[in-house]
């Protein structure tokens, strides 16, 4: 006697599902995605007769299937088994299963001697993670042993969780004037369109452009920002790249069109005048500066330059705002007044050039001093100079002063209304 023993209830599992003669069923329940409620079904067994007659007979079936793989991911691989016909006679048979994610091919054939080969196929679309079970019930009517089963299991997984950089834009663009206001920050939206957390970096390839803030994590809004300062008119191009660990990074076009200005530069200066004063002897007096503005419209190309030795300028030139620093150099110099000009000028300026003087006094010495200068000697064993000082002419103590004989001049306090300073040179 061949048995078959089936039901028509997914969440009821039999194993082994046919035998000969004596043998033993046992029945598996699968609470996997049932609700709450009362399931009822039946347990089919079938007995097959067949008359003494040569027909085929279903060879040795695989005890079961298992597939698994990832919510949203491909598909498991084909499994196939092969199916014999190890009686005589010809095996005409079905292949039928039990879940709509399980299909066969083929699902039928007719086999004398030779074996068929069935694939069976999941498709895990529209399937959560959990676990599923299911069956291949092989028919061959007419044969002992028929229907036969193979139990069919699939096992899904959870998708990792991976964080994915979506921007609420696709490009931005900027607008400006040469010389004129920077435009308007723009916004950038940044957020986690993926799973588990975002941790980004925001960063750019232009000088001109700054972003705050510049990292962020999950969703945040990132501030663009145009500096036009010494942009001429044109038009520039830069790129916005947003990276994050473990996510594709995204890049964001920027533009930026500056139009030249119809408006000319105008030279400000202040103070409107500079005054030094000096010493014979003494050290150079403190440089001053000199701030130079656009107060006009556009952009000011400047360039600064003197008339005087005497006089110095750092830095010669610069755009729109800027300071010049002027110095004096009094070396060579004789008591005196001196007097300059510093002449700022600028291409295409409403009021270029603009004139700065300058007066520098130098005096010869400070009150209650005395200078001795002298020609120098030229004798070529000259090893230096002796300095005396005394009351009268002719009275003279130790010296005092010793000087090397590159030496020209000296400059020293007075003691009395009448001081005699005595120089005398002196040999190796």
């Known amino acids: 006697m061949s048995w078959a023993a089936s039901d028509s209830a997914g969440w009821l599992v039999l194993s082994p599902m046919s035998g000969t003669n004596n043998g033993s069923v046992t029945a598996n329940v699968n609470l996997t995605w049932l609700a709450a409620g009362t399931y009822n079904t039946a347990i089919s067994v079938t007995l097959t007769l067949t008359a003494a007659t040569s027909s085929g007979t279903i060879g040795a079936l695989p005890s079961n299937l298992a597939f698994s793989g990832t919510v949203g991911g491909t598909n498991p691989a084909t499994q196939t088994f092969a199916l014999t016909n190890t009686g005589g006679g010809t095996l005409s048979w079905t292949a039928s299963d039990g879940s709509a994610w399980l299909q066969l091919s083929p699902a039928s054939g007719t086999t004398t001697t030779e074996t068929d080969t069935i694939s069976a ?44 950089i979506g921007l609420n834009t696709t490009s931005i663009g900027f607008a400006g004037t040469v010389g004129g206001t920077n435009p308007s920050p723009q916004t950038i939206g940044v957020s986690n369109v993926g799973g588990g957390a975002l941790t980004w970096n925001a960063g750019d390839d232009a000088t001109w452009l700054t972003l705050s803030p510049s990292s ?21 191009t830069a ?41 014979v002897g003494g050290t150079n007096p403190a440089a001053k ?62 009021n270029s050039p603009r004139q700065i003087p300058v007066s520098f006094t130098l005096s010869a010495t400070t009150a209650g001093t005395a200078s001795l200068v002298w020609n120098a000697s030229t004798e070529s064993d000259l090893t230096g100079y ?20 590159t030496t020209d001049k000296l400059y020293c306090d007075r003691t009395a209304e009448r001081d005699h300073i005595f120089l005398r040179h002196h040999s190796i």
């Open 121 to 164: 196929n999941v498709s895990t679309s529209g399937l959560t993670a959990g676990t599923y079970n299911s069956f291949i019930a092989v028919t061959a009517p007419g044969t002992p042993g028929s229907p036969r089963y193979i139990p069919v299991s699939l096992t899904l997984t959870a998708a990792p969780s991976t964080p994915t």
């Open 216 to 236: 962020g994590t999950n969703k945040g809004t990132v501030t663009a920002s145009v500096n036009l300062v010494g942009l001429l008119s044109g038009n520039y």
């Open 239 to 279: 790129t916005v790249t947003v990276t994050a660990t473990g996510a594709t990074a995204k890049t964001l076009p920027v533009t930026l069109t500056v139009t030249g200005s119809t408006a000319s530069g105008t030279i400000g200066f202040s103070p409107p005048s500079l005054t030094f004063t000096g010493t």
């Open 289 to 350: 500066p000199i701030s130079i503005s656009n107060t006009g419209g556009g952009t000011l190309s400047w360039t600064a330059s003197d008339n005087a030795a005497w006089l110095g300028l750092s830095p010669v030139s610069g755009t729109n705002s800027g300071s010049v620093t002027a110095s004096v150099n009094m070396t060579g110099l004789a008591a005196g007044t001196y007097n300059g000009i510093i002449t700022i000028t600028a291409s295409g300026s409403t």
């Open 386 to 405: 002796k300095v005396y000082r005394g009351t009268g002419s002719g009275t003279y103590g130790a010296p005092i002063a010793t000087l090397p004989k």
